[in-house]
């Protein structure tokens, strides 16, 4: 399974942006509705953090509680593509942002993820 994340940009705080995560599933006897679907975010010098989740078990979601209210996960399973949806941007939001894939349940734990995009830079000027 390959990831590409996109739509990364810089925004004033207070402003939107929505990042995509089209997957390639060319080597993998699954299809891409039955991989749970994550974002990630990695700040400079921190470490990488939950940001959001859909399962796809049940379609349930989970957000971290930071950006709760602010940003939603969705998905099109006939694009192969996931999507977050940040409104209400603030300048700690900035930081790379990853997608993951994974055959299980959702996970806030980052090693359980099974595939990763290479990541794109959001930006949050105050």
């Known amino acids: 399974v390959q990831l590409q994340a996109s739509g990364g940009g810089s925004v004033q705080a207070g402003g939107s942006l929505r990042l995509s995560c089209a997957a390639s599933?060319?080597?993998?006897?699954?299809?891409?509705?039955?991989?749970?679907m994550g974002w990630f975010r990695q700040a400079p010098g921190k470490e990488r953090e939950f940001v959001a989740a859909?399962?796809?078990?049940?379609?349930?979601?989970n957000y971290a509680d930071s950006v709760k209210g602010r940003f939603a996960i969705s998905r099109d399973n006939a694009k192969n593509t996931a999507y977050l949806y940040m409104n209400s941007l603030k300048p700690e939001d900035t930081a790379v942002y990853y997608c993951a894939a994974d055959p299980g349940r959702i996970t806030l734990d980052v090693s359980s993820w099974d595939y990763w995009g290479q990541g794109t830079q959001v930006t949050v000027s105050s």
């Open positions: 599933l060319r080597t993998s006897s699954r299809y891409f509705s039955r991989y749970s």
């Open positions: 859909y399962s796809w078990h049940d379609g349930s979601t």
